[in-house]
């Protein structure tokens, strides 16, 4: 496993203006921007970020917008971590929300790959305050895998 492919893949490597001239990548960007990539193992993802005005509501919460963003993001990175060659497509995300974070709080996301068969993979993201390990929010992704034909 090629870490420094993994974190390339997750961490954001253009610049602003770059970001900006590209519409359907600003939102990607805008949330993974600050998301620190903390341990890196053959199907394991671990993941922290401290919640900012900047992702969250007016109320000061963690936006479910951005959980969702990064459960997406954070997933796909799970994959090139376990050596699969794709990020594949995604079919399905899946998020239970059962807390909430506050600006200022440190999140702790943990990615682990569940199974990656001949067409389609399936991985958890674990969202918790990392103060306290205090689950926050709950994603399950599954993506479709195979190679697209050349037709």
Do not use: W
């Amino acid at each position: 496993m090629d870490q420094e492919a993994v974190r390339r893949t997750l961490e954001p490597t253009a610049s602003s203006k770059e970001i900006a001239a590209s519409l359907s990548q600003l939102y990607d960007a805008f949330v993974i921007n600050g998301v620190r990539i903390d341990a890196a193992e053959q199907g394991r993802l671990l993941c922290s970020f401290v919640v900012t005005p900047r992702i969250a509501s007016p109320a000061g919460y963690l936006l479910s917008g951005v959980t969702a963003t990064l459960a997406d993001q954070l997933g796909s990175g799970v994959f090139f971590s376990s050596g699969v060659g794709t990020s594949g497509v995604s079919l399905e995300i899946n998020l239970s929300y059962v807390d909430v974070a506050s600006i200022g709080e440190e999140i702790e996301v943990e990615g682990k790959l569940l199974r990656a068969g001949k067409s389609v993979g399936v991985v958890s993201v674990d969202f918790r305050k990392k103060k306290t390990g205090k689950l926050i929010a709950q994603a399950r992704h599954t993506k479709y895998l195979a190679v697209s034909s050349k037709l």
